[in-house]
């Protein structure tokens, strides 16, 4: 079982530069989700989705844009990477009304923006 | 967002139980998730809470009264795999399935 797949696991960027961080889930969950992790700190939402075609803005989404396309893939757009990207994402999935509605993370990305 | 407060830090020793808490403004969430995230993992599900009362599983306890926005974890028998972050989250009313994490909770076990 697959579960939540990110892509890649290190990143360095230097300050300017432009990537995507993949992800992609195989349990057919509707609901999908970005978060950034800052050293000491608990998770903050970055987007999120409710299905394909559909995303919103979480809590820190400035200097990042997503995309839904299909219910497997969320990849996450940095664009003009800031050192105050420098964190560790990571990507998540649920089912929320199932008899199941935890959130399934993915191994994370480090991220550094130099 | 609403504010989810928990200890930064807790020590214990091996076979100990610990008490992490974690307080919320009553009216901001629905239920309650425990988290525990090991040094450079992801998070991985403990327990959910969305009614009042206490939840057990196994070693792992969840507790929740949500007219006083008040939860705990307790881990019982700690072992040394216990050191870790646990990371309380609430399930935010206005919009299904969104969480609002809390800082987390380092426990630190000794031996």
């Known amino acids: 079982n697959a579960g939540v797949t990110q892509t890649p696991k290190f990143r360095i960027l230097k300050i300017g530069q432009s990537m995507t961080l993949q992800c992609t889930q195989d349990?057919?969950?509707?609901?999908m989700y970005w978060y950034r992790q800052d050293p000491g700190m608990g998770l903050k939402l970055i987007y999120y989705?409710?299905?394909?075609?559909?995303?919103d803005k979480g809590e820190v989404p400035n200097g990042y844009n997503v995309s839904r396309s299909t219910t497997e893939d969320f990849p996450l757009r940095l664009e003009l990477a800031a050192p105050s990207q420098t964190s560790v994402y990571f990507c998540?999935?649920?089912?929320?009304?199932?008899?199941?509605?935890?959130?399934?993370f993915g191994s994370g990305t480090q991220l550094s923006v130099l | 967002g609403q504010n989810i407060d928990q200890p930064t830090e807790m020590t214990a020793t091996e076979g100990a139980i610990v008490q992490i808490n974690c307080t919320y403004q009553?009216?901001?969430?629905?239920?309650l998730f425990w988290y525990q995230q090991h040094a450079g993992e992801a998070p991985t599900f403990l327990s959910y809470?969305?009614?009042?009362g206490l939840e057990e599983k196994g070693r792992f306890s969840s507790f929740l009264s949500r007219s006083k926005g008040y939860s705990y974890l307790l881990l019982k028998e700690l072992q040394m795999k216990d050191s870790a972050s646990y990371l309380c989250?609430?399930?935010?009313?206005?919009?299904?399935?969104?969480?609002?994490f809390g800082a987390g909770t380092q426990v630190v076990v000794t031996p």
């Open positions: 009553t009216s901001g969430f629905n239920g």
């Open positions: 989250a609430g399930v935010l009313t206005d919009s299904w399935g969104k969480l609002q």
């Open positions: 998540a999935s649920s089912s929320p009304g199932s008899t199941n509605e935890k959130l399934f």
């Open positions: 349990m057919n969950h509707n609901y």
């Open positions: 989705s409710v299905g394909a075609g559909i995303t």
């Open positions: 809470n969305v009614l009042d």
